[in-house]
C-alpha cells in the first residue's frame, strides 16, 4: 500500500487491527467520549496503561503516584475538570508495577471511572493536597495523605521500604511519603518513556484532533479580513475545538504585522490591516485530550504579497519541509541537529526554540535543539510510533514582520507521514504572484 485511498479501503475491509501507517491516513467519525467504542478505546486504554506498568519495572519501581490531570487520563481514560485539577490538585491515582489500580477523586470522576476497565478501586476518601482546600492544615492534611498511601502501598506492594515514583503531589506530601520510609523519586521519566510511542488507535485520536484544530484554520482563514482584531479571529479557533469536542488550547499565539516578530507575542487586541500577515501556532488540547500542534500563516488581502514576505514564508516552509525528511526510525537526535536545514544568512538568528519536539497529550519528551553544542542538548534516538512535530520560524533581528510554520509528523519505519493536512499558502510559497 502506498496511497491513502489504499490505506482507507484496508480500513473499510478489516478495522482492525491497525498499522501504525494505515492509522495515519483515517479521520475517524465519531463521537469524543471515552466510554463509546467507535475507535477501540479499551484498547487503547489497555495499551497506554501497559505501556506505563512497563515503564514502572523497567525503572525499578514498585508504584506510581499521579497527580497530574492529563497523566491520570493517559493512565486510566477519566477526565474530571481536567484544567482545574492543573492547579488545584484534587484526584490521585496509584499504579503499582503488579496489582490492582486504585483510584481516588471527587464524585464526577468517581461516576466515570465505573465505566472503566482500567480501575479496579475506587474510593472517596480523597485528601486534599491543594493549599487551597487545606489552609494552615496543609502540612497536616500532607501527613494524613502520606499515611494513606503508605497503606495502600502495604496492601499492593508488600511491607517495608518500597521505590515510589510521585508527580506533582508537592513538597510537604512528598516529604511526609519519604517520612514513611520508602524512597520517593519525580515519575516523569516513566511518563516520559511510557507515552512516547503511540498505539494505532492513539493515531486515530491524534487525527480527530488534527480535523478539529483545522476546522478551526479554515473558520479563521474564511474570517480574515481588514479590521477584525487578532483575538475576534482567534476565537474562531476556540469555537471550533470546543464545538468539535476538544478541552483548550495550550496558549494564545496569534500575532499580526509587526508583532509577528519577534515570535511568540499572544493575541491582542490589534486590528488587523490589508497587507499584513497572520501567524499562529494552535497547539490545542482536543478530543480524548490528543494535541493538535500545527503552524500557519496567513496573508491579510487585498493585493498581492510582497517580494520580502514571499521570501520569509519560503525559508519556513523549506526548513520544515526539508527537516520533516529527517524524522526517520533509527535517526539519533544529534545526527538530525547536523544535518537540519540552514537557512540563509540573517534569517536564522531568532529560530525557534527547538527544530523538533514530541507530541502526544499536549507537547511532550522529547526536545532537539538545533545544535548538539547546545549546552542544553540531550540525545536519543527517534523510534516507530513517536509523534514529532517540526518547527520553523524565520524573521531578521529587528526585522517588520516573521513566519512561524510547523508540521506534526509520525515516526514509522518507512519513513515520516506528515499528519496535519492544512495546505500551506501558493501566493506566498510562488515565485510571481
Known amino acids: 500500500m502506498n496511497d491513502a485511498t489504499d490505506y482507507t479501503q484496508a480500513f473499510a475491509a478489516k478495522p482492525q487491527p491497525l498499522s501504525l501507517e494505515q492509522a495515519a491516513w483515517i479521520t475517524p467519525p465519531m463521537q469524543a467520549v471515552d466510554t463509546e467504542g467507535v475507535i477501540d478505546v479499551p484498547r487503547m486504554r489497555r495499551y497506554r496503561q501497559n505501556r506505563l506498568r512497563e515503564q514502572i519495572v523497567a525503572h525499578g519501581f514498585d508504584a506510581i503516584i499521579l497527580i497530574e490531570p492529563l497523566s491520570i487520563r493517559y493512565a486510566t481514560g477519566v477526565r474530571n475538570c481536567t484544567l482545574f485539577q492543573m492547579h488545584i490538585q484534587a484526584g490521585y491515582l496509584f499504579i503499582p508495577a503488579d496489582g490492582p489500580v486504585v483510584h481516588f477523586d471527587n464524585v464526577p470522576g468517581r461516576e466515570t471511572g465505573r465505566q472503566l476497565e482500567t480501575i479496579d478501586e475506587i474510593r472517596d476518601d480523597i485528601l486534599p493536597l491543594s493549599y487551597m482546600f487545606a489552609g494552615h492544615r496543609h502540612q497536616e492534611w500532607a501527613a494524613r495523605w502520606a499515611s494513606q498511601m503508605d497503606d495502600v502501598i502495604s496492601a499492593h506492594c508488600g511491607t517495608g521500604k518500597k521505590r515510589i515514583a510521585v508527580e506533582r503531589a508537592g513538597f510537604h506530601a512528598e516529604q511526609a511519603l519519604l517520612a514513611k520510609g520508602h524512597d520517593v523519586t519525580d515519575a516523569a521519566p516513566v511518563l516520559a518513556m511510557a507515552r512516547k510511542i503511540k498505539c494505532p488507535e492513539e493515531i486515530l485520536a491524534m487525527n480527530l484532533a488534527i480535523a478539529v484544530a483545522e476546522d478551526g484554520m479554515a473558520r479563521m482563514r474564511d474570517e480574515l479580513r481588514s479590521g477584525v482584531t487578532e483575538q475576534e479571529l482567534w476565537a474562531h479557533m476556540w469555537a471550533a475545538v470546543i464545538a468539535g469536542g476538544g478541552e483548550w488550547l495550550d496558549y494564545r499565539l496569534l500575532a499580526s504585522g509587526e508583532r509577528t516578530n519577534p515570535w511568540q507575542q499572544e493575541a491582542s487586541s490589534r486590528m488587523i490591516r490589508a497587507g499584513d500577515l497572520v501567524v499562529f501556532d494552535c497547539g490545542t488540547v482536543g478530543p480524548f485530550s490528543y494535541g493538535a500542534d500545527i503552524s500557519r500563516a496567513y496573508r491579510c488581502g487585498p493585493g498581492r504579497p510582497t517580494d520580502y514576505q514571499r521570501k520569509l514564508y519560503s525559508i519556513a516552509h523549506a ?61 536519543g534516538e527517534l523510534e516507530a510510533g513517536m509523534v514529532i512535530c517540526v518547527e520553523s520560524y524565520v524573521g531578521e533581528i529587528g526585522g517588520v514582520e516573521g513566519v512561524k510554520l510547523e508540521d506534526q509528523v509520525l515516526v514509522t519505519e518507512r519513513g515520516p507521514i506528515t499528519l496535519s493536512r492544512y495546505p500551506f499558502e501558493d501566493s506566498l510559497l510562488a515565485r510571481e504572484c
Do not use: K
Open 319 to 379: 526548513e520544515v519541509t526539508e527537516n520533516t525528511q529527517l524524522v526517520r526510525a533509527g535517526a539519533a537526535f544529534s545526527d538530525i541537529a547536523r544535518a537540519r536545514f540552514v537557512p540563509p544568512a540573517g534569517f536564522g538568528d531568532q529560530p525557534y526554540p527547538c527544530m523538533m519536539h514530541g507530541l502526544g497529550m499536549a507537547d511532550e519528551w522529547p526536545v532537539i535543539l538545533h545544535s548538539p553544542d547546545h549546552p542544553e542538548f540531550f540525545d
